[in-house]
């Protein structure tokens, strides 16, 4: 009987202490502390909007994790290309931010360490980035040896995101039509334009070119563009579109030169007809949200191609180009280029 009331209390007493002094957390395997961060670190990459915000967000990431006295981002063209003559070289990203003097912006003040670690990372055609960190006190070298995985990891894969963006731009500017918008860009717009001439001279019919421009609809209060304004910005775009593809008829074409300007063309538009249209665009134009921004003005240039003429779409185009410029410069909702002129 007090055997057994004995070992009741003794029981319930390492109970009562192994609650008070709870037993120290088994530490996590290194490898398993290795691969948790480089996932982490690849998932704030892969996640930002652009490549270089990421690359500044996961080694703000990384910086925060292992505590190095200081850390660098330089590139050599890919993240920042310097004119000739500067140094060509760039800090792009400093850790940590102590204020916004030039030392800081250099990566701080100087400071003696024990250890730095580095990344270097080439991407063809462009130039090179590199991932800097610097220890003011020593590490194991297996702590040692995992950062500087981590680190090349990460400067590797920044790399062929940053190659692949490349590549994907330069697709992107091949194609004959905006990807955003869907409307033909000059090269194809030309193109289907110069196959009605014959038509239209056979038919005695003439033509207008008109250029359009929403000059500061992608204005905003800050440099840097953050998400919801581009979002933003995209709609109003898509809703100037729709407000011009109303103020034509089916027939005429469309096309994009860049995010705020547009070209029509319109067949049959005499000098009179088009007038009239680039007038009732301009005075409807508070029906898309662009035109009614007040700090976005509505701007029209036009030129009128009479049947029979031998001048090719380019020599219209400066002309329409001309008259855009002589509108923005005096102030003018449209101006009209004479075909002789």
Known sequence: MMDALFSDIMRSARIRLSRAFPSPRRRQ??????????????????????????????????????RPERGLIMSSGPLVIPPPTEPQIHILHSWPIRDGDFRSRLGGIRTTTNLCLRAIAEIRHQGEIGLVVYYGCRMSRRRTASCRRILNTLAQTAAAMIEVDHRYRALLRALPFDPLTHLPVWSLFREKVERRFARLDREQIPATLMLVS??????????TVEADEAVEQIAHVRDAISFLQRAIRPTDLMGQLDRESFVLWLDGGDRFASVERAEQICRRKYMCSAGANPLVSVKIGLVTREPGSHDTLDVFFERARMALSIAQEANLDWYFAHESA
């Open 214 to 223: 929403f000059h500061g609809l992608l204005d905003t209060p800050s440099e």
């Open 29 to 66: 395997n290194p490898h398993a502390e290795e691969a948790a961060l480089e996932a982490r670190l690849l998932e704030i990459l892969r996640s930002a909007i652009s490549v270089p915000d990421g690359l500044k967000q996961a080694f703000d990431h990384f910086c925060l994790v292992t």
